[in-house]
């Protein structure tokens, strides 16, 4: 079984500075690792993966995760954050099985203020 | 017109009453999901299905039935509505495993 631990469950942060949204797991098989984004009534929206590769993955907007085997971590960044960064951020894995169900975090509230 | 939407986006009900929330796809995804979610908890799979013949219960199924009536349609009903019951539901589609999860809009369900 999976499990997903979201460190913080809101994360408050003025406009153009960095921010980190953190994310561990737990599983005794590989998984593949997500971030979805939930702007304010709305559903999910995938951010970013982690499927095999290359253990830095980016998305369009200029987020960035990275995943750590050895820490079982794969925390989300942001350089420089906007207004608009503002929504709930939920971290998922799912096993490597053709079901492709995903094991979601808590969920951070990020609020960028101006 | 959206992906997969779901019907109805609101209700409210009464404890005791049968309660159906429907969910259609036009992405032709074989796989469908049900999740709640409840502030503080994230999301928490109710049932999901790789096609009309598979069905499968998930971390929360008590209380919840569903029925895929076909690729494109995945309903899940309360049989007898409880307060706690009381979430955002949201339906989803994949296609592959390791690939992403298409969310409809969420219904917004209230049990008094």
């Known amino acids: 079984a999976q499990s997903v631990t979201q460190l913080d469950s809101q994360v408050p942060v003025f406009e153009e500075a960095p921010v980190e949204l953190r994310c561990n797991y737990s599983?005794?098989?590989?998984?593949?690792l997500f971030w979805y984004v939930q702007y304010p009534n709305q559903g999910l929206q995938l951010l970013l993966k982690?499927?095999?590769?290359?253990?830095l993955v980016e998305s369009i907007n200029g987020f960035e995760a990275e995943f750590n085997k050895s820490q079982t971590s794969f925390h989300l960044r942001k350089p420089s954050v906007h207004i608009s960064d503002t929504a709930e951020y939920f971290c998922?894995?799912?096993?490597?099985?053709?079901?492709?169900?995903?094991?979601f975090g808590a969920g951070t509230r990020l609020a960028v203020h101006p | 017109d959206a992906d997969v939407t779901q019907t109805p986006r609101n209700r409210i009900t009464k404890t005791g009453k049968r309660i159906m929330l429907e969910c259609s796809q036009t992405?032709?995804?074989?796989?469908m999901y049900w999740y709640r979610q409840d502030p503080g908890l994230g999301l928490q799979l109710i049932y999901y299905?790789?096609?009309?013949?598979?069905?499968n219960k998930g971390e929360i199924s008590d209380g919840y039935s569903v029925s895929r009536q076909a690729q494109a349609k995945f309903s899940l009903s309360l049989e007898s509505a409880i307060p706690n019951q009381t979430a955002l539901y949201f339906c989803?589609?994949?296609?592959?495993?390791?690939?992403?999860?298409?969310f409809g809009p969420g219904t917004r369900l209230t049990v008094l």
């Open positions: 982690y499927l095999s590769g290359s253990t």
């Open positions: 989803a589609t994949s296609d592959l495993s390791g690939g992403e999860q298409f």
């Open positions: 299905s790789f096609d009309v013949k598979d069905i």
């Open positions: 998922a894995v799912s096993d490597l099985g053709g079901y492709n169900k995903l094991i």
């Open positions: 992405k032709g995804h074989d796989r």
């Open positions: 599983s005794s098989v590989s998984v593949y």
